[in-house]
């Protein structure tokens, strides 16, 4: 069974940098995709990032150039710098996995593409 544990979040001034973590268990496969997503109180979920077996990555714009996704295949754990923080960037982030045996070629960032999920981590960016 695949199980996602995230942990890093927290409160943060505008401006400010925080690492999130997410520790992978359960599978090892020849291809995957690997995604951040967030999901503010009253909006819908939205794919920050996502990385596939091979490092490529795919952002959205909102977080371009102050956000980045990586992974240590060795540790099986997923990684989100996320640097110059803004207010509109709090809320829950959640790690998510989908397994796909010989994949490569890149991700997408739609939540209904990954079926395995973790429980959450909350960063909160204070003005």
């Known amino acids: 069974q695949v199980q996602l544990v995230e942990s890093g979040g927290g409160s943060v001034q505008s401006g400010g940098s925080l690492r999130l973590s997410c520790a992978v268990f359960g599978y090892t496969y ?12 009253g909006k819908e979920r939205e794919g920050v990032a996502s990385i596939d077996i091979d490092g490529y990555t795919n952002y959205a714009d909102s977080v371009k150039g102050r956000f980045t996704i990586s992974q240590d295949n060795a540790k099986n754990t ?17 790690c998510a996995a989908d397994l796909r045996a010989g994949w490569s070629g890149g991700c997408g960032r739609g939540s209904y593409e990954y079926a395995y999920w973790g429980q959450g981590t909350q960063v909160t960016v204070s003005s």
């Open 30 to 41: 020849s291809g995957y995709c690997m995604g951040w997503f967030r999901q503010a109180p």
């Open 78 to 94: 997923l990684y989100l710098q996320m640097n110059s923080l803004k207010p509109e960037d709090s809320a829950m982030y959640y």
